[in-house]
């Protein structure tokens, strides 16, 4: 009994502290999500991920990282909330499928595989979410001629998808267009603050050496 209960002890034990260890390495937000350098100073990963977003998709870095915090405050496994049946007792399911970083709903996420062919992204990665925003704001743009730069519409297109904001039915939402005029304010607020550093979180790594 003795032996076998060594033998059990000794499988699920190196499972037990992988489980620990990845929960420890997942990402957590930035410290100060209020300001943009001092995320990239935090995340200089994701300072390269959303250069990358930018130089792709032409989409400027603090519109698409305004629109993260609002959807997921930077939580890589962050969800909806959850729907309720029978007058609101009983929990059923989430009142939508986004998830991540982006908050990117299911369907929309595998339209973006199927056009970009990125078949091996996932929602809860960074660099994955980015650049999904970056092919969401660059087709807000092509589709329905909203600017890149103006983080209002895009986030509008962002929430309602390409048909509703055609339709306008954000115009129906007095909410939603509070919640668009904040994220346009926290874009303006990350540009000016981008301009601060980027100079800075341009330079390469055998400079910052010697900075």
Not at 44 to 55: F, G, L, P, Q, S
Not at 128 to 151: H, L, Q, R, T, V
Request: charged fraction near 25%; hydrophobic fraction near 35%; charge should be positive.
């Amino acid at each position: 009994m003795l032996k076998k209960f060594k033998r059990v002890h000794s499988f699920f034990w190196p499972l037990a502290f992988l489980s620990v260890f990845l929960t420890g390495c997942a990402t957590a937000p930035p410290k100060n999500a209020s300001n943009l350098c001092d995320i990239f100073y935090e995340k200089e990963d994701w300072y390269d991920a959303a250069v990358d977003t930018r130089d792709k998709w032409g989409v400027p870095i603090h519109v698409p990282m305004a629109m993260m915090y609002q959807e997921s405050s930077f939580r890589h496994d962050a969800l909806p909330p959850k729907d309720y049946v029978f007058f609101g007792l009983i929990p059923w399911g989430r009142v939508s499928s986004a998830y991540g970083y982006s908050q990117a709903k299911t369907i929309t996420w595998g339209d973006y595989i199927k056009e970009t062919g990125n078949s091996w992204a996932d929602r809860d990665d960074f660099d994955d979410a980015m650049d999904f925003m970056g092919w969401f704001i660059y087709k807000s743009y092509k589709i329905n001629g909203s600017s890149k730069w103006d983080a209002y519409s895009q986030y509008l297109n962002y929430h309602e998808g390409w048909g509703g904001y055609k339709r306008k039915s954000y115009n129906r939402k007095p909410w939603l267009k509070k919640v668009a005029a904040k994220v346009k304010s926290r874009s303006l607020r990350y540009a000016t603050q981008l301009k601060s550093c980027q100079e800075d979180l341009d330079k390469s790594w055998f400079w910052k050496l010697f900075s």
